[in-house]
């Protein structure tokens, strides 16, 4: 059980760090003169390195276990978070994001690693849903109470307050994580990361899982961590008060929805069919809202709560994957399609930052941009889902 909670707090903070920009992307814009294009690109150098962590992560737990992987990791974070408190440059605040990526990036991977290594495969979508939901009370942190923080006492002492909490959820899981035993390769496997990564990559059921993997996260991601905040002032014309609690409304959505699936999951007793609905419901939400920019503030806040209820996937998705993966390869099999994940939302804030960018340089206004923005989200996501209908529901045996 303490193991449990000490990896439920780290989350949090994870999920924290991936959701604030979205509170104090304004006061950057102000301050320091931000636009949308280094906006997303702070976002998206947060998740390329969460990203691309992923592969020593994934080396990392199989071979030395979760509690050291996650502990010397979270160090990054630290730093990571004292050097945005104190940056006066986009290069520096790039570099602290990038710190606090590689510091977040083993966190959900180490507390799944714990949960197939330590508990029964029926439990896995259970627990997983349960640290997606309870680790969302980051995502509440990084709403109201952080714009009240920020209004308070400014964003540079709140960043810094947070990186004095990340230093000591780092000493706690150190200290109280008990590592899983350690799953030995049989003598005629060679080690090899590289040989490991083909032999997932090459696991065909996998295939139709990768669009959907990329886009599902990606797409809930930008609009919490990042765009949320902005369309609610551009379009909305909300003051930061409101905007957090509008933000607010969409983190707890996320939060119950990510509890939910658990039990969703366990009463359809499919992971893929429980993802499809949710992935389509999320689809055509977001296309609802890009379909009609002049929507009242208390219509698009229901439209959002809606995404973020329906949007989290995650925990099953990687359900559903985890299957097909042998045991030998389960650190680097979940790291694996985290990285897809966590990819996904990278390229997608970046690429959504250029795109704000040039709709504001060509006059169209914040509705219509924003607009434009949310449709092509849904399209991808129902796109996504199509692919996904053809995957597998579970290995054959």
């Known amino acids: 059980m303490v193991t ?31 636009g949308p294009a280094e906006l997303g690109a702070l976002s998206g150098v947060w998740f390329g390195t969460f990203a691309f962590a992923q592969f020593p992560i994934g080396w990392a737990l199989d071979s030395f276990g979760p509690r050291r992987t996650l502990a010397g990791a979270m160090l990054a974070a630290v730093a990571g978070a004292f050097l945005f408190a104190e940056a006066e440059g986009f290069v520096t605040m790039l570099v602290s994001m990038a710190l606090i990526g590689i510091g977040c990036a083993p ?20 627990l997983s849903s349960m640290i997606l939901g309870i680790g969302a009370l980051g995502v509440l942190a990084a709403a109201t109470p952080l714009a009240y923080a920020v209004e308070a006492f400014g964003w540079r002492a709140s960043l810094a307050s947070m990186g004095g909490v990340t230093a000591g959820a780092t000493a706690a899981v150190y200290l109280l994580i008990k590592d899983p035993p350690l799953v030995l390769r049989a003598a005629h496997q060679e080690a090899s990361a590289w040989r490991d990564l083909v032999s997932i990559m090459a696991l065909k059921p996998l295939w139709p899982l990768i669009p959907l993997t990329f886009v599902a996260y990606a797409v809930v991601a930008a609009e919490r961590s990042l765009w949320i905040g902005p369309y609610l002032l551009e379009v909305h014309r909300l003051d930061p008060i409101a905007r957090g609690n509008g933000i607010l409304a969409m983190s707890i959505a996320m939060s119950a929805g990510a509890i939910l699936y658990g039990p969703a999951e366990r009463l359809m007793r499919s992971p893929k069919l429980t993802v499809l609905i949710g992935s389509f419901v999320t689809g055509v939400t977001f296309t609802a809202l890009g379909a009609a920019p002049g929507l009242s503030t208390a219509s698009a806040i229901v439209l959002l709560s809606i995404i973020g209820s329906f949007g989290i996937t995650y925990g099953i998705l990687m359900t559903h994957a985890r299957a097909f993966f042998p045991e030998h390869l389960l650190g680097r099999g979940i790291t694996f399609m985290n990285f897809v994940f966590i990819a996904g939302a990278g390229i997608v804030q970046a690429v959504s930052g250029l795109f704000m960018r040039a709709a504001g340089a060509s006059g169209t206004v914040p509705a219509d941009a924003f607009g434009d923005l949310h449709l092509a989200f849904g399209l991808m996501l129902l796109a996504a889902t199509a692919v996904y209908v053809t995957a597998p529901a579970r290995p054959l045996r």
């Open 4 to 34: 449990l909670v000490t990896l439920f707090a780290a989350y949090m903070l994870s999920q924290f760090y991936r959701s604030f920009l979205a509170i104090v992307a304004p006061n950057l814009t102000q301050e320091l003169g931000l």
């Open 107 to 126: 966190v959900l991977m180490a507390s799944m690693f714990v949960f197939g290594r330590a508990y029964p495969p029926e439990r896995f979508a259970i």
